[in-house]
Structure formats: structure tokens, C-alpha cells
């Protein structure tokens, strides 16, 4: 699960990490009043601006409607014209802002609809730094990765200037050792007070890493201001769907309008489901088995439209469910039903299978591979149905004949 920048500032400040000072707006007068408040509790005349969506690039971004305006606006109008004059600056944008499309590097053309925006402090920057925490599952272990490179994507860095990232891997028995922190504070090139309030920010961080169950940590920039301290101006978080049971308060951040609908809809009916950019549809038992399905598909030609796995204990109205979402999907012109049965019974699936074809009809070709538990049952019950279906023997047939199906 992903949560907006406002939300992750508010579980870093909650635990004494530090961020600007901001507040949340979802209309243009709710905008407006939080530009005075914060004005004068920083005394700095400047404020920004911000669309909150789960995309970065923001800053880059630019709006669909209005081409002039950035997902990430400084306002300076007060320096010169006082509050009143960032507030009429802060209102015009709020009102190109809030219900239009950002299309940024990370949300395709499409873009995403705005309906929050953050309204922040300005800082005075001296320097912009690159922090993250991540859980790395080839180690198994939190990692910290930072760089010199701040404002910049890390995965550019990462292509032209690999040794400018410095990586160090957390020891979940101890957490992140003194000398670690110190070999990132000599790789970023940290002295006096900002070095100082560089190892409290880490090591507090990485904390809340492990306390949050987080995937993804990442703050980019992060900032040393001219007087040395350190803070986060943004703030980029994953969680870990299967802990959230752990942390309700997390959990009641999801931002439905920010996910896939079918993905949602998947999730509320206890499927895996993930949206792809291809056209065959794919309907599987088992993370390994779709995973084997989609590599299939792409072995013989063709591109998954999803990966959709209704797991080991489905029913027939599940598998029905799974269906009408893949023919929901307008980009899907061929479907393919890959199932081993197991503890799944190959009979749930084909009365799951006919029922939604006949809700829902069957505009695109169905191939249908069955093997396992209760097999020949299955395989009766869809010959003598009137679905359109055809049978494949194997995986590697079944994906041969849908992608020859789908054109």
C-alpha cells in the first residue's frame, strides 16, 4: 500500500523525525487560510505548493489542462506584496490544481486526477541529499541507500553514476550500527551540525522502518538547510500489505482513488490481481503457476494482460468474480484459464467459469487448460455447457493458442 507525501511527513513528525512545516488542503479556501499560520510560525514569506498524488515526478510534471503549472509550485509573492499576496497567488493555483490532470514520467499519459494538495513552508536549501530505506529481499534485510545526487531519479544515478550511491545493509539484531551511520556521513560529505543531525534523522528513520513494516522509505530530496539542520522535503512510502493488521492507522490512509478499481475490486474479493499492459488475460492458481503462465505467453509471442491468481481455497463465486474482472479489462482480446488443481478442485473452477460467461457473455476466445483434483469433472462440466471454449493440453499449447487467437 502507498500513501501520499502529507500522510508520510505526518508518520515521520509523529516520531520526532523532522519535516517542513505544512498543511492539507482539499478545496481552494481550505488552501488559502493555510498559508497565514504558516507564514508566521516560520517567518518565512515563501511557501509551496504542492499535488498530492502516488506518482513521483511531480515537479517535472505539468498539469493537462494548464501546461504552465508544475505538480510542485513556489510562491515568492509574499516577499515583496506580504501574506495577502501569497494568498491570492495560492488561490489561483489551488484552482487550476485541485480536479485537473498531472501527467508526470511516472503516471503515463493518462496522468491523475488531483483532489489533495499540501501546502508547505519554504526552506533555505543549502544542499540536497538522497535517502532511502528499502527492503531488499534478495538479502532478506532493510537497506539504507543514499547519495550526493538528491532531486535527481536514483535510478538515473544508478545507470551513469553507480559510486555515487552508498549502500549499507541493516542487521536486524542490532539495527543500523554507529559505524555504518558514520560511513555514510563521510560518503555525503556531512561536517559540523548537519553531520550531527544526519545521524539522528538515519538512525530514527530506520527505526520507524522495522516499526512500520515498510517497504519503501524514501525521501528525495532530502535537505540540509543554511543553518544545518536536516529534514525531509519529501516523503515517499510503501507498507507491506500482509502487516497492516498491525497498524490500523496506517491502513485508514489507502487513498482508493490513487489504485486500479479492478484492483481493489480483486482485493475485496480475496484475489491477487495486477493490472498489466498487455492482451491476454490470465486466469491461474498459484503466484508460481501465473508467474510460469505469463513467461509462457511471452515465450510464444504474446504479452499478459494481468496477473490474476485466485489461490488455493476460491469459490465458485470468487472464480466467477476473477472473470468478469479480466473481461472488464478493454484491453484484453484473448483469455487463458490456467489451472492445476490442488486444493483447488478443477470443478470449482469450471462452475465458476461458466457462470460468469453466461452473466456476463464472452466477446474474446477462451482457452481453457485444466489438470489436477477432479479434472475429468471439470472438463465434463464445460463440454456440456455452451461455452465457447477451447481446450488446451498443456501450458505451453494453451498459451500458443491464445496469443494465435488474440491476433
Known sequence: MKIHEYQAKQLMAARGIAVPQGRVATTVDEAVAAVEPIVTETGNPVVVVKAQIHAGGRGKGRFTEYPDV????????GIEGGVSATEQAVSGLAEKMLGSTLVTMQTGDEGRTVNTLYVEQGIDIDRELYLSILLDRTEGRNVVMASTEGGMEIEKVAEETPEKILREVIDPAIGLADFQVNALVRGLDLN???????VQFVKALADAAVAWDSDLVEINPLVVTTDGAVMALDGKMGFDDNALFRHPEIAAMRDPREEDPAELEAKDAGLSYINLDGTIGCLVNGAGLAMATM?????VGGEPANFLDVGGGADEEQVAKAFRIITSDPKVKGIFVNI?????RCDTIAIGIVAAVKEVGLEVPLVVRLEGTNVEEGKRIITESDVDVIAADDMKDGAAKIVALAG
Open 295 to 299: 513467461d509462457t505467453i511471452k515465450h
Open 192 to 198: 559540523g551540525d548537519a553531520a550531527k543531525n544526519f
Open 340 to 344: 492445476f488443481g490442488g486444493i483447488m
Open 70 to 77: 508544475g505538480g510542485v509550485m513556489v510562491v515568492t509573492d
